[in-house]
């Protein structure tokens, strides 16, 4: 049975950091593509980061870029999302997704394209 758990979310301050893991289970998590997103209340679902499989390039959107880091352990089945100089506008519920189809820059944000979804971890950044 193919699962993706996500956990590492909770309450920190503006300008503290969290880290989100996706754990796989089901199957080999290197040879898809995943991606975070991340929903807010009243708000859109937007992509955040991805990590593609075959040649492990990874994405950001604009508003995390400098801040956060999409990594990938393979021993572990697990797929990591460091969150630093976190701010009050991260706050949501994140998500992660795999896709088996390798991801561009014109694609890996489309939650439309991933096959699988975790059940999502809160975030919330407050003081």
Known sequence: QVQLV??????????????LACAASG??????????FRQAPGKEREGVSCISN?????????SV??????SRDNTKNTVYLQMNSLKPEDTAVYYCAADPRMKYRSTWSNGDL????????QVTVSS
């Open 6 to 19: 996500e956990s590492g979310g909770g309450l920190v301050q503006p300008g503290g950091s969290l880290r």
């Open 27 to 36: 199957f080999t998590l290197y040879s898809y593509s995943i991606g975070w």
């Open 54 to 62: 075959s040649d492990s390039r990874t994405y950001y959107a604009d």
């Open 65 to 70: 870029k400098g801040r956060f880091t999409i």
């Open 114 to 121: 991933y096959y699988y979804w975790g059940q999502g971890t």
